[in-house]
């Protein structure tokens, strides 16, 4: 079945640090493929989505690039602040199946002042 | 952005019981969806909803799971009887009809923290 890997569970960077989140799919079709933001006692918040190969998303100073090559949506950030500590997590979903987005087990990302 | 609320935040019952989830989705949104997300575990996909029916579901919404939207009030969550491992948080999400091509965003409320003793 479609699924999304992210292999970093955890990533602890000082402010200004560059962010690399790895985000790999595999999936039977042409997915949608997004980042969701999950802030401590909150529901998850989309931050951004791509539909085809080699779209751009971003969003905050966050981005992601399709790659049907790779099959990724690796997320990246040039400088990292405190406030950006959530739990990040990527996605996939489908139109024809009424939009069910299956999620990655996240990545908590933890951003010393 | 657009909100979806969830009520109540938190709820303890004894196992064997009945409970209900409820759920106020964005307003011109046309499809909802619950997922269950188990303490430090993914968020995993239970159920998606349109127009008065269920139009997917996953292995995880057993058969004591119900889900209905009356006359356009709250989407809701029921689970009867309620077991131990039906302890998790429950998240609502609702997205407007989506089109064929591309998936719809969707936008999810803060939770329902549901411990079952």
């Known amino acids: 079945g479609d699924s999304v890997t992210q292999t970093e569970g955890q990533v602890a960077l000082s402010e200004e640090d560059f962010l690399t989140i790895h985000c790999n799919y595999s999936a039977s079709g042409y997915p949608a493929l997004f980042w969701y933001v999950q802030y401590p006692g909150e529901g998850p918040q989309f931050l951004f989505r791509?539909?085809?190969?080699?779209e751009k998303g971003s969003s905050r100073g966050f981005e992601a690039t399709y790659d049907k090559g790779t099959t990724s949506f690796h997320l990246r950030k040039a400088s990292v602040q405190e406030s950006d500590s959530a739990v990040y997590y990527c996605a996939l979903g489908y139109g024809s199946s009424g939009n069910k987005l299956i999620f990655g087990i996240g990545t908590l990302l933890s951003v010393k002042p | 952005g657009p909100k979806v609320l969830q009520i109540p935040s938190h709820q303890i019952i004894d196992m064997g019981q009945m409970v209900t989830l409820n759920c106020d989705p964005v307003?011109?949104?046309?499809?909802f969806y619950w997922y269950k997300q188990i303490l430090g575990q993914q968020m995993e996909f239970l159920v998606n909803f349109y127009n008065g029916k269920v139009m997917e579901k996953s292995k995880l919404f057993k058969d004591q799971f119900s889900v209905e939207r009356p006359d356009g009030s709250y989407f809701t969550l029921k689970i009867q009887p309620t077991a131990l491992e039906d302890s998790a948080v429950y998240f609502c999400a609702s997205s407007r009809l989506g089109a064929r091509s591309s998936a719809e965003t969707l936008y999810f409320g803060s939770g329902t923290r549901l411990t079952v003793l």
């Open positions: 791509a539909s085809r190969d080699k």
């Open positions: 307003s011109n949104h046309l499809y």
